[in-house]
């Protein structure tokens, strides 16, 4: 038997940790909360949660903070929880890479839903690109398709190695500049779309192009016979 998911809650209202507390672990889940922001990203750097439910209006860090410092060592799923509805805070959390939204005041079994949801999107990725024909050797900086070798520069690579995590998954340019430029440079969207031109075009030559561009919101990857095994 697998060993319950791990979901930390970063809550400074003792009352709604306690609630969400309860109604994880009686849903299988095993809980860890935090009161506050301070020591929230070291926390999950040493213990690995497999899901965060972070609210965004925290004493010591604020939410969205910890999810950009998050964002630069761990793919986990992150909801952000907030009583704050204004737009600009929905996008720019999900620019900073939060995986979903739940608003003040929720229903404590609709995070419930959330968190399955959040792990389950999370699990299934890694399951459909162990069936991909992409091979990435992070050491020697070497990619192959279908046994192929790939000339790659080190951005393509970076994002070949992000796309091909998730399948499926919506990554925004944004998030995918920051992937493939470690020094955190200013560089233009029309940057990252050239790269994943030309990336597409090496993916193309040797005989597939699996990246698909989602209009005004960044790029996926997909697979059609991951699924039809």
Known sequence: MSAPAHVLIVEDEAKIAAVLRDYLG??????????????????????????????VML??????????????FSSVPILMVTARVEEIDRL?????GA???????????????????????AGAPRDRA???????????????????????TPVEFRLLGVLAA??????SRQQLM?????DHRVVSDRTVDSHIK????KLAQAGCDPIASVYGVGYRLEWPEADAD
Not at 166 to 171: E, L, N, S
Request: aromatic residues 6%.
């Open 178 to 182: 920051d992937a493939a430029y470690r």
């Open 92 to 96: 720019l959390g999900l620019e900073l």
């Open 26 to 55: 009686a849903a299988g889940y095993r809980v860890s909360t935090l009161g506050a922001g301070s020591g929230a990203v070291e926390w999950i750097r040493e213990h690995q949660p497999d899901a965060v439910l972070l609210d």
């Open 198 to 201: 030309n990336l597409r075009r």
């Open 59 to 72: 004493p010591g860090e604020n939410g969205l903070s910890i999810c950009l410092a998050v964002r630069t």
């Open 99 to 121: 995986d979903d939204y739940i608003c003040k005041p929720f229903s404590p079994r609709e995070v419930v839903a959330r968190v399955k949801v959040a792990l389950r999107r």
């Open 130 to 152: 162990a069936c991909t024909p992409i091979e990435l050797d992070q050491d020697r900086f070497e990619a192959r398709i279908d046994g192929r070798g790939l000339a790659l």
């Open 166 to 171: 998730q399948p499926g998954r919506v990554y």
